[in-house]
Nanobody
Framework: QVQLVESGGGLVQPGGSLRLSCAAS????????MDWYRQAPGKQRELVAS???????NYADSVKGRFTISRDNAMNMLYLQMNSLKPEDTAVYYC????????WGQGTQVTVSS
């Protein structure tokens, strides 16, 4: 069955960096566009970044220039490099397929605080 397992979250100070990973299985990863979403407490889940099968990327305005989405199709892995982190980046981060049907993992918590 489809599995998406996010990892790499943690507590980081403002201005710091984290690299999130998403291990995908149960589907042909290389044929899917993929997304990173996040959900902060009391807020709706929001799209952070997308990457096509061919590697074209798009970002939410709030993270443009600070976050980089990438993929390794040989390893069935999706990544999100997050630099210059701000307190407002605090959220649970999820990876998912860009087009339905979407599957969701358990997410990984990112907390940006001094």
């Amino acid at each position: 069955q489809v599995q998406l397992v996010e990892s790499g979250g943690g507590l980081v100070q403002p201005g710091g960096s984290l690299r999130l990973s998403c291990a995908a299985s149960g589907f042909i990863f290389s044929t899917y566009a993929m997304d990173w979403y996040r959900q902060a407490p009391g807020k709706q889940r929001e799209l952070v970044a997308s990457i096509t099968r061919g590697g074209t990327t798009n970002y939410a305005d709030s993270v443009k220039g600070r976050f980089t989405i990438s993929r390794d199709n040989a390893m069935n892995m999706l990544y999100l490099q997050m630099n210059s982190l701000k307190p407002e980046d605090t959220a649970v981060y999820y990876c998912t397929q860009h087009y339905p049907p979407r599957y969701w993992g358990q997410g990984t918590q990112v907390t940006v605080s001094s």
